[in-house]
């Protein structure tokens, strides 16, 4: 199967208090990281981004809505992908792998839109393959002022993949103390 990859480096990073996109995790940047896993999978590679990311060999886009969050990230991106599906990580989980990507390639149902993967109990949205067929209903979802991305699955046969021996890798970065953390446990 051929896909397209989309990292999701958003936004505003309130609570980190500067860009996650550029922290860093053994000697790379949380988006190095994110993109050099997707390179794994694909050539196609765009990063959702509203921060000011310049000089990169792959394409950084601004979100068509602002002040979406992430659905409007995925949003814009999925109109812009080469490919029918997209592999689709967020930037700030440094510790995902070639394997938990592969291993959801393995388990994707083709016949569904949506594969999101489950860890820890919780679904992770941002981890996931999306098929781009979805624009209109993200479109609708955005346009009726309703940023869950959750909320998508309400409107459309979805699957969930349980991570299983991967749960230790949704890891979410979202404070220095987390980063710091991180660097002690992992560095």
Same mark, same amino acid.
């Given at each position: 199967m051929k896909v397209s990859g989309i990292v999701i480096a958003g936004g505003k990073s309130l609570r980190?208090?500067?860009?996650?996109?550029?922290?860093?995790?053994?000697?790379e940047s949380f988006l190095e990281r994110a993109v050099s896993l997707l390179q794994n999978f694909t050539g196609d590679i765009i990063v959702s981004s509203n921060n000011q990311i310049t000089g990169k060999p792959y394409k950084i886009i601004s979100d068509t809505v602002q002040n979406t969050g992430?659905? !409007? *990230?995925?949003?814009?991106? #999925? /109109?812009?992908?080469?490919?029918?599906r997209a592999l689709v990580i967020p930037v700030d989980m440094p510790l995902l792998n070639v394997d938990v990507l592969q291993y959801l390639l393995q388990q994707a149902d083709l016949n569904?839109?949506?594969?999101?993967?489950?860890? !820890? *109990?919780?679904?992770?949205? #941002? /981890?996931?393959?999306?098929?781009?067929?979805?624009v209109p209903l993200l479109q609708k979802q955005i346009e009726a002022g309703d940023y869950k991305l959750r909320n998508l699955l309400k409107s459309i046969p979805y699957q969930?993949?349980?991570?299983?021996?991967f749960n230790n890798l949704f890891i979410n970065i979202n404070t220095p103390a987390e980063l710091e953390k991180l660097n002690l446990k992992n560095g």
């Open positions: 980190m208090g500067r860009d996650k996109s550029a922290l860093m995790y053994r000697n992430p659905i !409007g *990230g995925l949003y814009t991106c #999925l /109109t812009h992908i080469k490919n029918d569904k839109k949506i594969s999101v993967l489950k860890a !820890g *109990g919780r679904l992770q949205m #941002l /981890t996931g393959l999306y098929h781009k067929e979805i969930v993949v349980d991570a299983g021996d």
